[in-house]
């Protein structure tokens, strides 16, 4: 017997506002063949004014509690990865809590840049397995939109604002691999590769909040190998295989960089879970969104085998296998 962390259900959100490749062309030197051909992306939902983070995730949270049928007050946990918080402190993750009526247990951000969905997971899956906690919301959330210098075509044209929640219920399982829930995860960091990707302000660097820079090249030729090898890690620990699994859902950073990874490791596209045309890079919130998209749209459904992965800034990098 074990105890593992089992998902009762998700839920996403997106603001309103969508902002096509077309659009971008219009501001800057760009075109929407070279943002499809390059990344797969064709547009992006970008905050209105006075929407934070926070409210984002929120609303994640509230459909993904509403999906899972709990009442907010059997929350005891809430792991909010972000790279993009409403303020240096505190953390969005009690904005959250508040926001949901919870005034008990713990609310804490974690900033693992687009990894921070699977960092997030793997931590309170850990807080669950331990008995520290029953029941967690894990949340990725980001306005992106509020960190991009909005005249540098390599980046601007890349992210995209959203939020998407997990509840995670702890549960006594069997201890083997058929169990439901989260069966593996693993985390992965270089910080070598630190100003590959990183914001150019901080509180206590320059007291600005910064524009996202990114050498896009030099982050494309790690991707690849950083992802296969740490999902490779994660069938290894596991005993189950780019066959066994029901569907790849990674973070949604570049169709060119899913594509080759899902190839590299022989699973078949069908099992691919792709939103990057739609949504752009979310970072935290990319993988969260897109498992929510195949839920709803009835290709994730209880009992198959998902496997998440994510890499980013820092460089950053991680896998879960999970069944639904
Ligand atoms: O989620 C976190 C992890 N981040 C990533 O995974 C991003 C990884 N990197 C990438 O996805 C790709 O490197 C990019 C999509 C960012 C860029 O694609 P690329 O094929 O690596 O292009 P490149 O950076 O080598 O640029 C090729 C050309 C350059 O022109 P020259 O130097 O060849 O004349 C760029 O100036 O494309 C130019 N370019 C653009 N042209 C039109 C760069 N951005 C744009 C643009 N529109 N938006």
Redesign the pocket.
Known sequence: MTIRSVVLGCGSYLPQRVVTNAE?ASR????DD??VQ??GIRERHVAAEGEFTSHLAINAARAALAAADVDPQSIDLIVLGTSTPDNTFPATAVAVQDGLGIHHGAAFDLQA??SGFVYALATADNFLRSGSFKRALVIGAETFSRILDWND??????FGDGAGALVLDAQRQDGTSADRGVLTTHLRSDGRHKAK?YVDGGPSSTQTVGHLR?E??E??KH?VGMITAVIVDAFEATGLSAETIDWFVP?Q??K??IDASAHKLHIAPEKVVLTVDRHG?T?AA?IPLALDVAVKDGRIKKGDVVLLE????GFTWGSALVRW
């Open positions: 971008l800057i030197e760009t075109s070279w943002i390059r990344t840049v687009c075509r390599t980046t601007c044209v890349l990707l990114m896009g090249r982050v494309f991707a973070h950073a570049n060119r960089i890079n970072s990319s994510a890499m980013g800034g």
